[in-house]
């Protein structure tokens, strides 16, 4: 498949507000990257097998009530939990950006350990150890993994920013290291949190005290990803904090990169 043939469905309800920057870097790539409300899918106005990628873009979904993106999980396994089933069997892509993975967490899609889909979350993204809103660009590095953009994503430390309150990556703690074990063995960690030398530290350079320093992950089969940082918010040169000092770095777009690479050789 030609990139310029892979249609992506940008995934909006009320209070997701990062769908125009993700459109304007994908479709900058040459994909086809369209709006699709849930609503359009429940009325089958728009049919999700028509896509090969679902992204899930940040913001704060139904405003955050309850926790953050469970109503929009709560209304997906609701309406269209058949449909989205479906299409990760095909193996077709699923992205979550911060409140895009918080919603695969609630519903039970991510981490993926053991199963495709869990009846109950398998995970949580609770609130950041600083008990406040994060919003700053944070240091990254990858992990050795089955994430579609394992290859085009740099071997050292990048930046890109966040911008959540809820993004503390945990895991039941009777079961905390045995999961954590089989993450590690499945490949499933894209990337963790480090200080600026590439260091494991605790916060602030783990900006919300996750377990593992853990910052974006997929599922067993890699085709269900999930980050906190926003990688459409790294991705043209000028978003770059030091592009002033002729620092071009795009870690973001080495991410939609790889995954439109992905999506043409699988499709």
């Not at 290291?177 to 490949?187: T, V």
């Amino acid at each position: 498949m030609k990139t310029e043939d892979i249609r992506i469905a940008l995934l909006r309800i009320e209070g997701t507000n990062c769908e125009d920057e993700s459109l304007n870097a994908l479709k900058s790539m040459g994909a086809r990257p369209e709006h699709v409300h849930l609503n359009e899918l429940i009325r089958k106005k728009r049919n999700l097998e028509d896509y090969q990628m679902l992204f899930i873009p940040g913001g704060f979904s139904a405003g955050d009530y309850i926790r953050a993106g469970i109503i929009f999980a709560a209304r997906i396994k609701a309406t269209i939990k058949n449909d989205l089933l479906k299409f990760i069997e095909d193996e077709k892509i699923v992205l979550g950006v911060c409140n895009g993975f918080q919603v695969l967490t609630e519903l039970g899609i991510l981490p993926g350990i053991e199963n495709l889909w869990e009846e109950h979350p398998g995970a949580v993204l609770a609130p950041n150890i600083s008990n406040k809103f994060e919003c700053r660009w944070i240091y990254l590095k990858k992990e050795r993994s089955v994430c579609p953009f394992n290859e085009t994503l740099p071997d050292k430390v990048f930046s890109m920013p966040i911008a959540h309150a809820e993004g503390r990556f945990m895991l039941p703690e009777n079961r905390e290291k045995y999961l954590l074990e089989k993450m590690i063995d499945n490949g499933q960690i894209a990337f963790r949190y480090v200080d600026r030398e590439g260091n494991f530290e605790g916060y602030p350079w783990n900006p919300n005290g996750s377990l593992y320093n853990i910052a974006g992950l997929c599922n067993m089969t890699g085709n269900v990803i999930g980050m906190m940082p926003h990688p459409e918010r790294a991705f043209f040169d000028f978003q770059n904090l030091e592009f002033w000092r002729g620092n071009s770095e795009t870690p973001g777009r080495y991410i939609f990169e790889g995954i439109l690479k992905h999506i043409s050789r699988k499709f």
